[in-house]
């Protein structure tokens, strides 16, 4: 089955940058859309970027837009979301999902990498 592992979270000072990571398995990388998300406590999950299935495609949530970038290694079937300029705002759990790509919701989540922000 489809399992993702995040990674690269951390601590990183208000305007500094830093690169997550996702590694996909259980299933051909090529077939499943994949998006990041984030929560912050006492907020409800919300929606960061997203990468389609054929690598071509990208959106990004209002708050993220120049700044955050992501992408996809299909040799490495992992899928990075390199965010930079950096803010407190910022600071959540950060989530990689992935849906196939003729489905509409998320249907495999990971287990979340922390990024703290400091002002």
């Known amino acids: 089955q489809v399992q993702l592992v995040e990674s690269g979270g951390g601590l990183v000072q208000a305007g500094g940058s830093l690169r997550l990571s996702c590694a996909f398995s259980?299933?051909?990388?090529?077939?499943?859309?994949m998006g990041w998300f984030r929560q912050a406590p006492g907020n409800e999950r919300e929606f960061v970027a997203t990468?389609?299935?054929?690598?071509?495609?990208?959106y990004y949530a209002d708050s993220v837009k120049g700044r955050f970038i992501i992408s996809r290694d299909s040799a490495k079937n992992t899928v990075y979301l390199q965010m930079s300029s950096l803010k407190p705002e910022d600071t959540a759990v950060y989530y990689c999902?992935?849906?196939?790509?003729?489905?509409?919701?998320?249907?495999?989540w990971g287990q979340g990498t922390q990024v703290t922000v400091s002002s």
């Open positions: 999902a992935a849906r196939l790509y003729v489905t509409e919701e998320y249907n495999y």
């Open positions: 259980g299933g051909t990388f090529s077939r499943y859309t």
């Open positions: 990468i389609f299935w054929s690598g071509s495609t990208t």
